[in-house]
C-alpha cells in the first residue's frame, strides 16, 4: 500500500525590527538557506517564500488532497512550527478564515473546491453518484481529549471524550452541506480552543486541534423499483475516506522561571509532538515496531499515517524568519527533513508500473515548469501577479452558481457593500472589463471620502478632548473627573459597541424578504391595471375603447357596441369564451378615454360618430325586437370511451318569467308560454345511422327558475355528434333550427353554449299548412367554441335571399343603417389609433391615472395602520409631498434647460453658474449639485404639466357624461381608487398579506423591520469605508470567452446572441448569495441592460438598494413606474429625449447630463464623485435598510487571476486540472472558438518575450 508523504516550508513574512537570518524565493521555490546557528542549504519539494499569498498556500497542499480524496484515500495535513510561525494562520486564516478574499485559509480553501468538484461530478453523473461530508473538530490537550462541536459543560468546560486505537468514542460528528456551513462550524469551534498569552503573542494555541472529515461516497441504481430504494438493494457502490486536518501547538521551548504557570500545558505539547517525531524516525528507519501509542496524538492519526488504506500525508512546516529564533528553526528544518525521507517510499498496489512511471513522467514534467514560471504548473496565479494596491486587490474570480461558472473581475474586501456591475452587449468585445476605469475611480474616490469623514471626527474628538480639559479644577478634582469621565466614557463605548455588535447581529440574521416580495407582487398588480386602464382599442373589434367593460375572469376590455352584440346575452367572453357576469361599465378605464379624446381630437372622430350611429341601431333593435335565449350543451359522466352522457336544450327566462325577452318598444304578442314558443324538441344521437335515433320531447322535463330545459340521457362516446332540432310553434311558424353539437369539448363536466334568437317583425313566416322547410343549421366551430346569433329573416327577404334566417357564430356584426352618409376610410380607423397611442396622449393619461410606486406606497401606508381595503385613499395626503416634489423638480430641470436654450449654448460653450455631468461639459440636472460637490437632492420622476385649458375645451368632444376636470384636485390617484375598490380579487389577496406582515397585529419584531424599509425619508447610516466591487461576464452578452455560453444551446444560442443577456432575476439572485450577500448595495448598468436589470426588479425587487444607469436603453418604459430604488442616470446629452421618458416613469430619480465631445473623460474621472455625492446626499441609505451583509461567506468563489488578467493583459482560460466544470461543458467552452479579447502581440509589445506567455499555458 502506498503511503506518501508530502513537506511543504513556509517562511513567514518578517516584522519591520526582526532580522532575518533566512533567505529562499520570494513566493514558491525549492531552496532554503539558514545563516543561524550556522550557515546551511536545504532542499525541500516545495518551498514558499515570505511573499507568498495564501492561496499559493492552499495550492501548494490542497489539490493534492483533493485528488486523493476522489480516488478513495486517506489524507494528513499537520502544520508544525514554534509559536508565532504562522500554523493556524495558514491554516485557517486570519480570524478563522471570516476574510477568504486575501485571507483565506488551506482548510476552508480546500474544502470549497472538494464541494465544487464533488458537485460537478453529481451533475456529470446525472444523480447516480452522491457525496457525503461529516466533520469533527477536537482539540488533544495533554492526554485529554475535549470536543469542540459539543455545547459546554456546567463549569464552561468542553467535554471530554475517549480514544480506542486511532477512533474517537463519543465525539460529534455534523453533517457539512456546504463550505459555508463548514466555516460556521470551525469559527464556533475555534472560539471554545484553548490559548493562552506567551512571550511570542497573546493568543497562541495551548492544544493540538484536529479537523477529521469523513467524505461518504455511494453510487445507485437511477432505474431501480421503489421496492429496492426503500430497502437499499440500488446502491452499486460506496466508499469513504478521511481527511485529518492537524493544527500543533507551538514547538518551541520554554523557561521554567518565566513560564512555571504554564509548564504543564508545555510539557505536554512538547511530548505529543516528541512522539510523533519518534513515529516519523520510526518509520523513516523502516522499524518494525512504530511507537504510536506513545501519545494521543499519534494514536489518532494512526489511521492515516500507519492504516492499510492508502494515505497522503502533508506536513506544512511554518518557519520564523527572525534571528531571535534560530534555535527553534533549526528543530523544525530537522523535523521536516526527517519526514522528506518518508516521500514516495512505497508503491501502489491498485497502479501498475507503467501507470506509475507515466504518473512519474508527468509529474517531473509539471515541477520542472513550475520551477520556469515561479509557481505551481496549475496555479491561477502562473504568469499573473497580485495587485500592489492591497487595499483595491483587483483580481479575477470564478462564481459558482447552479448553471456552471460566471467569471468576474472583482476589487476590494467581501465584507464590505456589495456594488455589482453589469455590462452591456453593445458589441461583440464588450465584457466586464469595460467597468475597469469606473471601478478602480470610484474605489479611491471611496477611500479618499472615508480618509477625510475619519479625520474630521478625529479633530472633533481632539476639539472636545480640549474643551474638557479646560474645564477641569484643581488637582484631585482634575482627577476625580478624569476617572469618572474615563469610566463614562468606557460604559458610552460599552453601549456603543453592544449596540453595534446587536446591529450587525440584526443585520447577519437571515434577511426577511416576504414584504419586499409582496411589494414586487402588489407592483405587478399595479402595473397589470395600470395598462389595463390605459389601453385604448377594444379587445375584440380594434375600435376606439369607448364605454369600456372590463372582463373580471379574463380582463378582456369590450367597448359598449361589442357588449351589446356578445355578453349581454352570452355571459361569455366572445374573444376566449370564458365565462362571464352581467356587463359594467370600467368607471376608471371610462374617465381615462375620456381624458383622451377630450385632449386628441378637436372634433369628434369619424371612427367615434360610426360607432356611436352603430350602438344606437343596436340599442333600439334590441328595444324593439322579440328575442330567445337557447342554451344547449352536454355533460360526460366519465372520461371513460363510453359513458353516462346528458344533452340539453333550455329557453332562459326574461326577468318577467317569460321565455321570451321582448325589448321595452316591441308589439309582437308570440311566445307567452313556453307551449306557445316551441311545439317540440327532438335529438338525434346518431345522424349518419339509417336505423331510427330520433328522440322527441313534446315539453320541457327539466324547469327551473332560470330555464326551461329539454334533456335527453343515454350512453355516448366522447366525440359523438348529436343533432338537437328546435321546432317552433305555429304562432312563430319559423324554420326549425337544428343545433349541431360534437359531445366531449370539455372531457368530464358541463359544457354550455348560448344561442340569440331573434324574430322578424311579422309572424308567422311560414303559411298555414305549409310543407316541411329545411331547417336553419347552427354548427360549432371548431377553432371557436362561441356562443352565436341566429335572426330569422321575414317572408320577403327570405324569398329574396334564399335563406330562412343569418347565423353568426360568436359576437354579432351585422351592418348599420344609421351612419347615413359618413363613409368611414381605412385611413379615418388608421389615424384615430395612432392620435390616441400618441406619447402626447399616454404622458397624459399617465398623469391622471398616477404613479404604481405612489399607490403602492399609499397602499403600504394604510396596511401598516391597520385600514380596510376600501379606506385605503385616506393615504392620499401622506403621498402628496412626494408628487409636489417630483412636480417641483421637474420645473426646477426645464427652467434650466430653457436659460440654456435661451443663452444659446452649444456643445462647446457651459454656462456659468449650471453644474453638469462633467467639470466642462454642458448638460442638466433634475438633482441639484452644490459646487462641492456635496447635497444632491433627489427627485421623483415627474410628469409634464397639461396644456392650456383653453386647447382643451375646444377639442373636447360632446359626450353624454361628465367629464373630469383637469385642473380638479383629484386627491387619490385613479390607479389608487381602483386597487382599493375591492373590485379585483388580485389586490384583495394582496391586501390580506400584507396586512398579516405589517399591520398592527403582525408581529412586532418583524413588523418593525418591514416599516423601517417603508421609511425612506429615515435615519440615514454610517459611511461605509469601501465597497466590494463586483463586475460580471454576463452570459451569451458580449461574446467573450468568460462568458458562460453553455446556458443556452441550439436555436436559442442565435436568439441569445440577437437580445442580449440571459439574465433572469433567479440568475442575479443566485450570484448575489454566492457572493455572500442578502442583496446588492448598488447596481451599476449600462445601455440595453439597463431593461434587463428593471425586468429582473419588478419579479424581486430586493435584488439591490442603489441603482446607477449609464446611457440607459429602455422599451417598456411603463414597467418602471414600479421601481422603487433611488436611481442615478448618467446620461449623454444626445440622449435627452429618452432620458426625459425613464425620468417621467421613474417613482426616485437623479440625472446628471453630461458631453462625450467636451468631457470624454466624464466616467473615468468625473462619475465617480457624482455617484458618491448622491448616496452622501441620501445619507447611504437605499430602498433596503443596511448594507446587504448576511453570515454567508463568499466561498462559493475561486481565485482565477490577479491584476495582470484583471486589466485584460491576460485571457482567462479554465483550467483543466482544477476547473470544477464538467469535462463535456469544458470541451465544448474551450472549442467554442471567437475572437480572444486581447491582442497576443500587443502583450508581447508590453512585456519582454518569454516562454510562459506562449498559448500553450495551462492557467
Known amino acids: 500500500m502506498r503511503h506518501e508523504m508530502r513537506v511543504i516550508v513556509r517562511v513567514r513574512p518578517a516584522g519591520k525590527t526582526e532580522i532575518i537570518h533566512t533567505s529562499c524565493d520570494s513566493n514558491v521555490g525549492d531552496w532554503l538557506h539558514v545563516d543561524k546557528p550556522e550557515p546551511t542549504d536545504e532542499k525541500f519539494s516545495t518551498v514558499l517564500g515570505m511573499k507568498c499569498t495564501q492561496h499559493e498556500c492552499y495550492m501548494a497542499c490542497g489539490p493534492p488532497m483533493i485528488a486523493s480524496a476522489l480516488k478513495g484515500r486517506n489524507s494528513l495535513l499537520f502544520a508544525y512550527g514554534q509559536s508565532g510561525a504562522g500554523k493556524t494562520f495558514s491554516m485557517y486564516g486570519a480570524e478563522g478564515g471570516k476574510n477568504p478574499s486575501k485571507l483565506d485559509g488551506v482548510v476552508p480553501a480546500t474544502i470549497a473546491e472538494l464541494f465544487r468538484q464533488t458537485t460537478a461530478i453529481e451533475k456529470e453523473k446525472v444523480g447516480s453518484v452522491k457525496y457525503a461530508l461529516g466533520a469533527s473538530l477536537v482539540e488533544v490537550q495533554n492526554k485529554w481529549i475535549f470536543d469542540l462541536l459539543q455545547d459546554a459543560e456546567e463549569n464552561g468546560n468542553q467535554p471530554a471524550i475517549r480514544a480506542l486505537g486511532p477512533h474517537l468514542i463519543g465525539n460529534k460528528i455534523e453533517r457539512i452541506y456546504s463550505s459555508r456551513s463548514l466555516t460556521h462550524t470551525i469559527e464556533r469551534g475555534m472560539r471554545t480552543r484553548a490559548t493562552s498569552p506567551n512571550i511570542m503573542h497573546k493568543h497562541s494555541s495551548r492544544s493540538h486541534c484536529i479537523l477529521m472529515l469523513l467524505l461518504e461516497r455511494r453510487e445507485c441504481n437511477l432505474f431501480a423499483t421503489k421496492e429496492e430504494k426503500d430497502t437499499g438493494r440500488d446502491l452499486i457502490d460506496s466508499s469513504m475516506c478521511s481527511f485529518y486536518m492537524v493544527d500543533l501547538a507551538g514547538s518551541e521551548a520554554f523557561n521554567y522561571e518565566t513560564e512555571e504557570k504554564h509548564h504543564v500545558h508545555h510539557r505536554g505539547i512538547n511530548a505529543g509532538l516528541l512522539a510523533l517525531g519518534r513515529v516519523i524516525m520510526a518509520m523513516s528507519d523502516r522499524q518494525e515496531h512504530v511507537p504510536y501509542r506513545d501519545s494521543v496524538i499519534t494514536q489518532l492519526l494512526l ?38 525521507l518518508l516521500e514516495r517510499e512505497n508503491a501502489v498496489d491498485e497502479v501498475d508500473e507503467t501507470e506509475a512511471e507515466v504518473a512519474d513522467e508527468k509529474e517531473g514534467e509539471a515541477v520542472a515548469k513550475e520551477k520556469q514560471l515561479g509557481h505551481p504548473a496549475n496555479s491561477p496565479m502562473a504568469n499573473d501577479e497580485f495587485d500592489e494596491d492591497e487595499e483595491a486587490n483587483r483580481r479575477c474570480e470564478l462564481i459558482e452558481i447552479k448553471a456552471g461558472g460566471v467569471f468576474a473581475r472583482t476589487s476590494g474586501d467581501p465584507t464590505n457593500p456589495l456594488v455589482l456591475y453589469l455590462h452591456d452587449g453593445s458589441s461583440s468585445s464588450a465584457n466586464s472589463a469595460t467597468w475597469n476605469p469606473l471601478v478602480t475611480a470610484l474605489s479611491l474616490a471611496k477611500r479618499e471620502s472615508f480618509k477625510l469623514l475619519k479625520a474630521a471626527k478625529d479633530a472633533q474628538k481632539a476639539s472636545k478632548a480640549g474643551s474638557a480639559s479646560k474645564s477641569k479644577k484643581g488637582a484631585e478634582g482634575a482627577k476625580a473627573s478624569g476617572s469618572s469621565a474615563a469610566a463614562a466614557a468606557a460604559q458610552a463605548a460599552a453601549v456603543s459597541a453592544s449596540a453595534q455588535g446587536a446591529e450587525d447581529d440584526a443585520e447577519d440574521v437571515e434577511f426577511d424578504d416576504r414584504f419586499a416580495v409582496l411589494r414586487g407582487k402588489l407592483s405587478k398588480a399595479l402595473q397589470r391595471r395600470q395598462k389595463e386602464i390605459m389601453q385604448t382599442l377594444c379587445s375584440l373589434c380594434q375600435s376606439l375603447l369607448l364605454d369600456p367593460t372590463r372582463l373580471t375572469r379574463c380582463r378582456h376590455v369590450l367597448c359598449r357596441l361589442c357588449v351589446e352584440r356578445s355578453i349581454f346575452y352570452h355571459r361569455e367572453c366572445p374573444v376566449c369564451a370564458t365565462p362571464c357576469g352581467p356587463p359594467e361599465t370600467d368607471a376608471e378605464h371610462d374617465a381615462v378615454m375620456r381624458l383622451r379624446m377630450r385632449r386628441t381630437f378637436r372634433n369628434e372622430p369619424v371612427m367615434s360618430t360610426v360607432w356611436k350611429a352603430r350602438l344606437e341601431e343596436q340599442q333600439l333593435e334590441r328595444r324593439t325586437s322579440m328575442r330567445v335565449v337557447l342554451e344547449y350543451g352536454s355533460i360526460l359522466a366519465s372520461d371513460s370511451k363510453r359513458t353516462k352522457a346528458t344533452m340539453f336544450v333550455g329557453v332562459l327566462k326574461d326577468a318577467r318569467g317569460t321565455p321570451v325577452h321582448r325589448g321595452e318598444e316591441c308589439v309582437q304578442t308570440q311566445g307567452a308560454t ?23 320531447l ?51 363536466g358541463r359544457f354550455t353554449r348560448r344561442i340569440v334568437v331573434q324574430f322578424p317583425a311579422e309572424l308567422p313566416v311560414l303559411r298555414e299548412g305549409a310543407a316541411t322547410t329545411t331547417p ?79 399607490a403602492n406606497l399609499a397602499l403600504c401606508l394604510a396596511a401598516s395602520e391597520g385600514l380596510p381595503l376600501k379606506s385605503a385613499t385616506a393615504k392620499a395626503d401622506a403621498i402628496a409631498p412626494l408628487k409636489k416634489a417630483r412636480k417641483k423638480a421637474i420645473l426646477e430641470r426645464k ?32 438633482s441639484a449639485i452644490s459646487p462641492a460637490r456635496g447635497a444632491i437632492s433627489p427627485t421623483r420622476g415627474a410628469i409634464s404639466p397639461g396644456r392650456d385649458k383653453g386647447v382643451h375645451a375646444a377639442r373636447r368632444a360632446s359626450y353624454d357624461k361628465e367629464e373630469p376636470s383637469d385642473s380638479e384636485d383629484m386627491g387619490a390617484s385613479l390607479l389608487l381608487k381602483s386597487a382599493s375598490s375591492a373590485s379585483d380579487t388580485t389586490f384583495v389577496l394582496l391586501y390580506d398579506k400584507m396586512l398579516a406582515l405589517i399591520g398592527p397585529s403582525a408581529p412586532p419584531h418583524a413588523r418593525a423591520g418591514f416599516l423601517d424599509e417603508l421609511n425612506m425619508a429615515g435615519h440615514g447610516f454610517d459611511e461605509p469605508a469601501e465597497f466590494f466591487h463586483v463586475a460580471i461576464d454576463l452570459p451569451g452578452f458580449g461574446n467573450t470567452k468568460a462568458s458562460m455560453q ?34 446588492a448595495y448598488c447596481i451599476v448598468t449600462s445601455a440595453e441592460c439597463s431593461a434587463s436589470v428593471f425586468s429582473a426588479l419588478l419579479e424581486r425587487p430586493n435584488l439591490a438598494s442603489f441603482l446607477v444607469l449609464k446611457e440607459p436603453q429602455v422599451k417598456d418604459y411603463d414597467a418602471l413606474h414600479s421601481i422603487f430604488q433611488p436611481t442615478l442616470i448618467l446620461s449623454e446629452s444626445r440622449q435627452a429625449a429618452s432620458t426625459d421618458r425613464i425620468e417621467q416613469a421613474l417613482m426616485n430619480n437623479s440625472i446628471i447630463e453630461f458631453s462625450k465631445k467636451t468631457n470624454p473623460s466624464y466616467i473615468v474621472k468625473d462619475a465617480s464623485k457624482d455617484i458618491l455625492a448622491w448616496m452622501k446626499g441620501r445619507k447611504w441609505r437605499g430602498h433596503l435598510s443596511g448594507f446587504g451583509h448576511s453570515k454567508m461567506r463568499p466561498l462559493l468563489t475561486r481565485l482565477v487571476g490577479g491584476v495582470r488578467m484583471w486589466s485584460g493583459v491576460r485571457e482567462y482560460r479554465p483550467s483543466p486540472i482544477i476547473d470544477a466544470t464538467p469535462a463535456a461543458t469544458r470541451d465544448k467552452e474551450g472549442a467554442g472558438g471567437g475572437k480572444p479579447e486581447h491582442d497576443p502581440k500587443a502583450r508581447r509589445a508590453e512585456s519582454p518575450p518569454r516562454e510562459s506567455d506562449t498559448k500553450e499555458d495551462i492557467y
Not at 492504516?307 to 534571528?323: H, N, Q
Not at 340521457?713 to 319559423?734: D, F, K, N, Q, Y
Request: proline share 4%; aromatic share 6%; hydrophobic share 35%.
Open 895 to 926: 427652467k434650466a434647460s430653457s436659460a440654456v436654450a435661451l443663452a444659446g449654448v452649444t456643445d462647446g460653450d457651459s454656462p456659468k453658474g449650471l453644474r453638469s455631468g462633467g467639470s466642462a461639459s454642458p448638460g442638466r440636472h433634475s
Open 303 to 340: 489511521g492515516a499515517l500507519g492504516g492499510d488504506k492508502p494515505c497522503l500525508t502533508e506536513m506544512l512546516c511554518c518557519l520564523s524568519p527572525s534571528s531571535a529564533h534560530a534555535a527553534d528553526t533549526k528543530c523544525s528544518i530537522s523535523y521536516a527533513k526527517r519526514c522528506a
Open 1046 to 1079: 453553455t446556458l443556452k444551446r441550439g436555436a436559442e444560442e442565435k436568439r441569445v446572441a440577437d437580445e442580449g443577456a440571459v439574465m433572469s432575476p433567479e440568475f442575479i439572485v443566485e450570484v448575489i448569495k454566492s457572493l455572500g450577500k442578502h442583496y
Open 776 to 854: 336553419t343549421s347552427f354548427a360549432e366551430r371548431r377553432s371557436k367554441e362561441l356562443s352565436g346569433w341566429v335572426h330569422y329573416t321575414d317572408a320577403a327577404t327570405a324569398k329574396a335571399v334564399g335563406a330562412s334566417a343569418r347565423v353568426l357564430v360568436g359576437a354579432w356584426s351585422g351592418g348599420s343603417k344609421a351612419c347615413g352618409d359618413i363613409i368611414l376610410t381605412s385611413g379615418n380607423v388608421k389615424e384615430a389609433r395612432m392620435a390616441i397611442t400618441s406619447a402626447e396622449s399616454n404622458r397624459a393619461a399617465v398623469e391622471y391615472v398616477g404613479m404604481i410606486g405612489e
Open 674 to 696: 313556453i307551449a306557445q314558443l316551441i311545439h317540440c324538441v327532438s335529438c338525434d344521437y346518431h345522424p349518419s345511422s339509417d336505423e331510427d335515433t330520433l328522440m322527441t
Open 698 to 748: 313534446n315539453e320541457p322535463n327539466n324547469t327551473s327558475d332560470e330555464r326551461f330545459g329539454y334533456t335527453f340521457t343515454r350512453p355516448m362516446s366522447a366525440g359523438s355528434l348529436c343533432h338537437m332540432t328546435v321546432h317552433w310553434a305555429s304562432e312563430i311558424s319559423v324554420a326549425p333550427l337544428e343545433i349541431r353539437h360534437k359531445l366531449g369539448r370539455v372531457p368530464v
